[in-house]
């Protein structure tokens, strides 16, 4: 018995669950867990199923040629993978790594189910306070004003050596062009270190304490073409004090940060993460 | 069209799902909502379904046959309302009438969708702060030692008389004999102020203050026979102080309390708890 | 033997809380409670103290006298009254009242020290779902665009009539005028339905529901000028998701800003909240 | 100028800050931040005073000697540090590291300002996932039912020989004997993995699954001879699932774990926490 993770989005109509819960009946499939979204505003359906089936998934007759069948009829999108899949992973980074040695640890022991490919940063190694597993090769990437088109080929060269499915951006504190930022699109998670849509640009922090805001967030969104704007996927936020300093925010931000991005990411990784236009859909437990 | 409610428990094995959306898909039922649960230590299935029907729901060749035949095949216990169905409600107070007040106002401003059937409590009317709608009658049910039987025969009766299908213990604050808390078991829910298991009998934030702890809860639960130990719906917690006198965590206890009762009463009513022995299934949104 | 509280600023400079404590040593006082803040970043100084004292606090040689000397000589402003001082209040609304409710119902209970001078809105009292207490009246003042100015004289008047020493903006619909804002600043606060900065301006549910944010907030501000700039006493927020609708979080927003605006308020009535600029300084417990 | 932090509890009677206070505007300190209680309860005073001094803090007529007077004529027991000073620490740790690495990741970046004299675990160095920087020795404990008296004897030995001011048990799953508890009592921070009181002894995440919680926690507190009954300094909790399983729980449970646990130890190494009988008083920013 293995267990499998079907995703799916199309036009709401009646249907569609029976449809795709006979097809895994008829094929000796189990559901063990399934989460469903109707939104009626734009009449778009949403569903994740996990299932277990105790034969091959492909073949003539196998749940893959049948949900063939209903996804074309349906007009859906759809992706189906082993829970077990590890995707490939690209974090890129700059000095600060709290995100990333948080990442590398949760990977560490065994609570991240990814392949980790590549750290890139566009600062040496010796920048970085953790010190990366000796299986995970660091790049050094360094960026000015007049070489960031290379710089950006040369991430995205990496993307495609590494086949990498999934880019982090764990406090890496470069503005991707737009360019770079419509090819990353639906592949790429950014933390902000704000509670958006407050205190887009620079500083957040600081922005917070000039504010005098009492709490103070982080957000962890797709990349689209849009700066600050992308899906956001988790967010969270803890109290501050009128004696916190700019620096005690952005100490307080570090936590919220890695847990926020953390969160995001095992979300993605689990296949819980569907896009909805500007939105998502998270099928938590 | 109208929207119906379909909660169902079975043990669990392949096909449910199958057979409960194509019998919808055959009616011409649209599934708007629906989660479901595999509690794999005990093999049970729990599922919630929401969806619209353009018909009636009875009648020959309905759902409601078509479920009579699945939940007969799968040894299903299950319910099916319309969503708008408005359960019946007896709420039992003591002299602290926070909880009763806010699930007054709640009712008033159309969030809480019950009919509140009468209020009863060991109290005179006179003791409680808040004034009760006018077509909501007060039952005065004094109690002693001695009468405690007596009193308790009147409360069944009342329960009754009036077809209460729900009570709610808004800080009721007399302990149900074990007769009364069987009588009750499912249909009854306490809010219990501290943060079980920890606290349990008599003055909780007393008790918490004494052991010193930084945050302080309430617990929403069914009442069963074992007091302080039925099934938790909801529960949730404050930050406190060592400055914080036990008055003060009986002040902010209040706010913790109301808001849990609030939130485990609309989701009972709102059909997204069911009972998995000690413990909940509790389907949010 | 009496409780007073002491607030005062001023620039920064040593020897403020010697001369305090000693004058205080000096007439038999006890300091209960204290906090003071230094903000580094304006050279300004802080602090409410809370003191028994077993004599009258004015006379020649009293607390008062010295506290004049004091207050003189490190040229700060400050305020002393009895712990149990109760402040003048004027509640503003329009027609959603669960704000309101919820402050009536903490000044019934004795949990709200303040004495509830009057309720006003633009709206009738039967736009109310609530019940105000037979002592307290309510005021009708209907608002158009044409009328604004004689709207808001009536407002001025009605302070001033009752005396009013703070104003409230229980979700008062209506826009002050600058003008109006200026003249009732550090007097008057307003619970805004967001999490502030994020979704300034009208319908903020909707924009946040819109932007796909996870967290929708609330916040208690200070009245100034400058629409949704004011000084920021108290903010808290609560996770949605993806299935909360406009309305269902419209409906969450009603919790949090009842909890927000509260806070905010017995903060201020207990002296604990100091403007220090377009910030707050906050002694909470 | 230096900044220096005073800690001191008495007997409450008046005075006392004017003492402090005045001492140390005699000798020219400036305070920068002070936080009082007055337990009413049992008449105990707390205070915690953080100041600059433009001098030396001893010598004849210095602020130290005149605290010695003040500390004798009130009988005071007070502490006096540099606000820079960094404790020396002891880490106990068995398989689970992530507390550990938390801790060391703070310290590398300079947000846990302590040295680290060693970590010690009854497992080898090899059973953690997590490298010990270079200049931080490991110490193999090995433990046995037999062997206990002559480990804890090991234990105090490294503790005497590193000059270990605090111990941190970071997840370390031996029950430390009675005497051991006892000699290390007010210097001994453990992270237990519930909610106190809740779930005492072991496994409490499959104790709170099997009851049913829909919230887990953590606690930090001082060790003492009371077994998990020891001053708390710190909880925290998140919401749970009913389909949490109790692995999902312990995964939860370590993001709780290690924020509280650092939390504790933070607010410790800041002086910010005095013992108060069986409670603590937590003087937070």
Same mark, same amino acid.
């Given at each position: 018995m293995t267990t499998h993770i079907l995703t799916l989005t199309c036009r709401n109509r009646p249907g569609i669950v029976?449809?795709?819960?006979?097809?895994?009946?008829?094929?000796?499939g189990d559901i063990t867990e399934a989460r469903q979204f109707d939104d009626t505003l734009t009449g778009t359906f949403f569903m994740r199923v996990a299932f277990r089936l105790p034969q091959e998934i492909g073949g003539d007759g196998g749940f893959r040629a049948k949900m063939d069948g209903i996804g074309t009829a349906f007009g859906m999108q759809w992706t189906l993978s082993p829970q077990d899949y590890r995707q490939k992973v690209l974090i890129l980074v700059s000095k600060f790594d709290h995100c990333l040695s948080d990442l590398l640890y949760r990977q560490r022991i065994g609570e991240m189910p990814m392949d980790l490919v590549a750290v890139a940063g566009n600062h040496p190694e010796s920048a970085l306070s953790v010190r990366l597993p000796d299986d995970v090769p660091y790049h050094h990437l360094p960026i000015t004003r007049e070489t960031k088109p290379q710089q950006e080929a040369e991430i995205r060269a990496l993307v495609e050596e590494t086949g990498a499915e999934l880019v982090v951006l764990a406090r890496y504190m470069q503005i991707l062009s737009d360019e770079m930022s419509a090819w990353l699109s639906g592949r790429?998670?950014?933390?902000?270190?704000?509670?958006?849509?407050?205190? =887009?640009?620079?500083?957040?922090?600081h922005q917070a304490h000039a504010r005098g805001v =009492?709490?103070?967030g982080a957000t962890a969104h797709y990349v689209t073409e849009d700066l600050d704007e992308g899906p956001i996927i988790s967010q969270d936020v803890e109290h501050v004090t009128h004696a916190d300093t700019p620096e005690d925010l952005v100490a307080k931000g570090r936590d919220i940060e890695r847990r926020v991005l953390a969160r995001a990411v095992a979300l993605h990784l689990d296949r819980r993460v569907l896009?909805?236009?500007?939105?998502?859909?998270?099928f938590g437990k």
């Open positions: 029976a449809a795709v819960a006979t097809a895994l009946a008829e094929t000796g790429c998670i950014n933390i902000h270190h704000s509670f958006l849509p407050g205190f =887009k640009g620079a500083k957040p922090y =009492k709490m103070i896009v909805n236009g500007s939105r998502t859909v998270v």
